[in-house]
């Protein structure tokens, strides 16, 4: 079964960027890798994902030419890269993996997500 761990999390200033990893141990193959993030008193919210079959990548709205997702198969690491970081950012990561083959749609359901990591603090202060 796979595991997921997050890494790269910390308090930084609003502008700042900040690097997230998620390292699975596991099966890598054929399961498409998610970042959620739940900000404080909020429920938790799809940020970005990346497929194993294309190459495709998704991203929330609010996120897209702010963030980008990269994906090593042979290191098995997901990693967000988070860039002009904002107050709204600051949240509890999360990775996820889910089985290939996720449409835009449900790529975005997180009961779809089958293996969860235990999450990183991202804390943004203006």
């Known amino acids: 079964q796979m595991q997921l761990t997050e890494s790269g999390g910390g308090v930084v200033q609003a502008g700042d960027s900040l690097r997230l990893s998620c390292t699975a141990s596991?099966?890598?193959?054929?399961?498409?890798i998610g970042w959620w993030r739940r900000p404080p008193g909020k429920e938790r919210e799809f940020v970005a994902a990346?497929?194993?079959?294309?190459?495709?990548?998704y991203y929330r709205d609010s996120v897209k030419g702010r963030y980008t997702i990269s994906r090593d198969n042979t290191k098995k690491t997901v990693d967000l890269q988070m860039n002009s970081l904002k107050d709204e950012d600051t949240a509890v990561y999360y990775c996820?993996?889910?089985?290939?083959?996720?449409?835009?749609?449900?790529?975005?359901?997180?009961?779809?997500?089958?293996?969860w990591g235990q999450g990183t603090q991202v804390t943004v202060s203006s």
């Open positions: 990346h497929t194993w079959s294309g190459g495709r990548t």
């Open positions: 596991g099966r890598f193959s054929h399961y498409t």
């Open positions: 996820a993996a889910r089985a290939d083959g996720a449409t835009a749609l449900s790529v975005r359901d997180q009961r779809t997500y089958t293996a």
